[in-house]
């Protein structure tokens, strides 16, 4: 069984960084594409990022260039580096594994 806990979410002001991370149990993250979703309040779950076993990454239009997607595979974790927010970018960050094992989400707040 697949644990993810993700955590570095918080209040920011606009402009600002946060770096999420997202720890995995288990021996079996390397071999796994990590993905990044967020929900904002009233609205339907989003992908974000993804980034696959070998480090190859994607991004949703609105981040791309603000969000950076990393792992570090020695320490079964996932990393959003996430810059220039912005009060859209208000939301619950999820972690996946494959698509299929979810973490139980970080709340991220930008506003001044």
């Known amino acids: 069984q697949v644990q993810l806990v993700e955590s570095g979410g918080g209040l920011v002001q606009p402009g600002g960084s946060l770096r999420l991370s997202c720890a995995a149990s288990?021996?079996?993250?390397?071999?796994?594409?990590m993905g990044w979703s967020r929900q904002a309040p009233g609205k339907q779950r989003e992908w974000v990022a993804s980034?696959?076993?070998?480090?190859?990454?994607e991004y949703t239009d609105s981040v791309k260039g603000r969000f950076t997607i990393s792992r570090d595979n020695a320490k079964n974790t996932v990393y959003l580096q996430m810059n220039s927010l912005k009060p859209e970018d208000t939301a619950v960050y999820y972690c996946?594994?494959?698509?299929?094992?979810w973490g139980q989400g970080t709340l991220v707040t930008v506003s001044s």
């Open positions: 996946n594994m494959a698509g299929v094992w």
């Open positions: 288990g021996s079996i993250f390397s071999m796994y594409v």
């Open positions: 980034i696959t076993s070998g480090g190859s990454t």
